[in-house]
């Protein structure tokens, strides 16, 4: 992708353009994995359904050669979709440090710039509104009325809806997400590992977006 913009040093520097587009390009590949699940789930077999019969044989209830087509693009899929979520994530830091730079003369800012900067960037952009006992949520330590400002590579910058959380989610079962949160005015921050639990879901959290 072409970038716009140098630097003094010759470097080139990321625009908010180059942002957008990234999350134009994360967003179709977003479309693309929920289309290939919809395959697997329309043939009810899933990500890691068998495809063989008892006897070993392959299945005839199913076409196995679309299930397998699927799951193999689910799986680049996938690749493509945490190398592009990094690459948004490291061009929204830039522009970040780059705005704090040029706001670094200013001898007023003291230590409060630092914070103005990460608001600006980093607001929160969904709540949790309910969390159930005993769940990875609740372990994880989050709290009902946790403003959400980071959730694994989601944050302020590229969050457009719940199914980006989702889709960070399904993503990360049995891993560790670094979820970021505004909690009585001060911030925080948790490790959430998605997982199976007794209960419904991955997380055992009801989050709703923040209407800005």
Known sequence: ???????????????????????????????????YYDVLEDQGVGVEGSLVDPEGFPRGDVNVYQIRTARHSISCLQNDHKDVMKEIEESLHQLHAREKA??????????????????????????????????????????????????GSVNTGNFQNLQNIASVVQHSEGK?????????????????????????????????PIIQ
């Open 1 to 35: 992708m072409k970038m716009t913009g140098e630097n003094s040093a010759g470097n080139v520097e990321i625009t908010m353009d180059d942002v957008k587009n990234l999350m134009k390009k994360k967003d179709e590949i977003e479309e693309q994995i929920k289309a």
């Open 102 to 151: 040029k706001q670094g003369g200013d001898a007023s800012g003291g230590q409060e710039e630092p914070m103005e900067q990460q608001v600006t960037l980093h607001a929160p952009f969904a709540r949790v509104d309910a969390v159930t006992q005993g769940s990875p949520a609740c372990k994880a330590g989050l709290r009902v009325g946790d403003e959400v400002t980071e959730f």
């Open 176 to 208: 560790p997400l670094r979820v970021a949160v505004i909690r009585d005015g001060q911030r925080a921050q948790v490790s959430l590992t998605p997982q199976r639990w007794t209960g419904r879901g991955l997380l055992g959290c009801n989050i709703v």
